[in-house]
């Protein structure tokens, strides 16, 4: 069953991506295209067979990609699922992305697309493009992030599909994605970052929210190997179970913050997110959550 409307209720099913043949393809302002390390994909794996253990705990189902080598055809990984398709309620949206080359992904998560009562495909041209992680999904709200993976046009579309939503749009961040920089936990609570926003840029949506505001102080520095992908920020992409526990990297001060909000986490470090560029929200694809 695929349907979800926000990024908090309680999870039932869920992909959870992995690192295998993860690679830098031409084309994506890598610095040094080509192949992981073999490391970085072994430590990886491990990390991810790790999460899924825990999600399993708490009785979801998880799903994963069907394997394929990107690094044979100048494509991605199937690290980020998160970032290739946007669930709206039971409605699927096939999403137009940045990167032409991480069009292939959908070949090994097609299984959401046959399960789906509905499915949108964005046009594909380079107007109306977007990123699924570029949205936060808060029930009838859904928050855009205007940036260089996500166009007002892509926005406008949206708005048109979901005429019973609201498509906000925010600049707060000139990056790619929304979700190290909005983190929402719960109805009513959401985890932001200080260094992007500012009370005077706090997007509409949140402004009868209680916020955690947490920064770069706040957050213990994670190594990279080679280029990074992802900035230090990405101690703020959690994962909620339900409103009530998440799923965190090495981080104790996000741990104390949720915890003084009544909110419990499990803490499965992530050694290569920044390599890679994903955190425990974007390596998953909800797809059943109530």
Known sequence: MINTVNEWDCLKEVIVGDAIYANRPTGCHFEEPGPYPNHVIAEATLDLNRFVSTLESEGVIVHRPKVHNFQVNNGMYNYCPRDRLLIIGDTVVDCNMQYECREQELNYIDFVLKDAKNVIHTPRNN??????????????????????????????????????????????????????????????????????????????????????????????????????????????????????????????????????????????????????????HCTTLDLHRG
Not at 226 to 231: I, L, N, V
Not at 256 to 261: F, G, V
């Open 127 to 280: 107007i109306i493009k977007f990123d699924a992680a570029n949205i936060s999904r808060l029930g009838n709200t859904l928050l855009y992030l205007e940036s260089v993976s996500g166009t007002r046009q892509g926005a406008d579309w949206l708005q048109q599909q979901f005429p019973n939503h609201t498509v906000e749009v925010t600049q707060t961040y000139g990056g790619v994605h929304i979700d190290s920089t909005f983190s929402p936990v719960g109805d009513g609570l959401v985890v932001v970052n200080k260094d992007r926003v500012t009370k005077k840029s706090l997007p509409l949506c949140f402004k009868d929210w209680e916020v955690i505001w947490l920064g770069d102080e706040d957050l213990t520095q994670k190594s990279f190997t080679g280029e990074a992908f992802a900035s230090n920020y990405i101690l703020l992409n959690f994962f909620m179970i339900n409103p009530k526990l998440a799923v965190i990297d090495n981080c104790p001060k996000l741990e104390q913050a949720l915890r003084a909000n009544g909110v419990l986490s499990y803490t499965v470090p992530f050694a290569h997110s920044r390599t890679l560029g994903g955190g425990h």
